[in-house]
């Protein structure tokens, strides 16, 4: 069975200074995908990053990179020069295949905060 | 270019009534997911259509839900006499065929509550 650990609830940062959410991922499969969203207060997931099995660079986005570290089954997200509307949680996802069906499973969010 | 739009963005309801929620995804994805999300907890599957058909339910979604996407465009997600533990956001995705790679852009959601 997949799975997506997330073992911090929360986190701050300061304005302007990078940080580091932690994502660690369990699956036999050898070919998935990783995936980093952002939900506001609102409510809407917004899709930030994604990362393959195979790929052999880390992803980057703007603000946003991944660091992908196969062998730890890790998938780290660091925004970097926070700002105050990144304050939001953060969710971790990998997507597993069932025919044509790439759901995603969800691990239970990091709430970061961004202090002026 | 539009997102996925769901309707209604919140619903309240007594036990027992019956609710429905609409969810129109991008107009050229022909992938469509619901997932439910509780207080505190990570969205969780419940269903998958490719087109009008729907190929993969989770054990989540009981017999008191049922899901429809008619003519392969917007879906509907129906729970019958529902539940005080049918609170919950529930998230409406689609995507287009990309394999591994596919991204889901997720709509706003509806959130329901039942008293």
């Known amino acids: 069975a997949q799975k997506i650990t997330q073992t911090q609830p929360g986190m701050f940062v300061q304005e302007k200074e990078a940080v580091t959410l932690d994502c660690t991922y369990d699956t036999s499969d050898p070919s998935y995908g990783l995936f980093w969203y952002k939900q506001p207060s609102s409510g809407e997931m917004i899709f930030l990053i994604y990362?393959?099995?195979?790929?052999?660079q880390n992803a980057t986005e703007g603000r946003y990179s991944l660091n992908f570290q196969k062998a730890r089954k890790s998938a780290n997200l660091v925004i970097s020069a926070s700002q105050l509307g990144d304050s939001a949680m953060y969710f971790c996802?990998?997507?597993?295949?069932?025919?044509?069906?790439?759901?995603?499973?969800f691990g239970k969010g990091t709430l970061l905060t961004v202090n002026p | 270019d539009t997102g996925v739009s769901q309707n209604p963005r919140h619903k309240i309801t007594k036990r027992g009534q019956n609710v429905t929620f609409r969810c129109d995804p991008i107009?050229?994805?022909?992938?469509l997911y619901w997932y439910r999300q509780t207080l505190g907890q990570g969205p969780e599957f419940l269903t998958y259509f490719q087109n009008e058909a729907q190929l993969e339910k989770s054990r989540l979604l009981s017999d008191r839900f049922s899901a429809e996407r008619p003519k392969g465009s917007f879906s509907t997600l129906e729970i019958q006499r529902t539940e005080q533990g049918d609170s919950a956001m529930y998230l409406c995705?689609?995507?287009?065929?990309?394999?591994?790679?596919?991204?889901?852009?997720f709509g706003p959601g509806t959130r329901l509550l039942v008293l």
């Open positions: 107009s050229e994805h022909n992938r």
């Open positions: 996802a990998m997507s597993t295949s069932g025919g044509s069906n790439y759901k995603l499973t």
């Open positions: 995705a689609s995507s287009s065929p990309g394999g591994h790679q596919e991204t889901q852009y």
């Open positions: 990362q393959g099995s195979y790929d052999q």
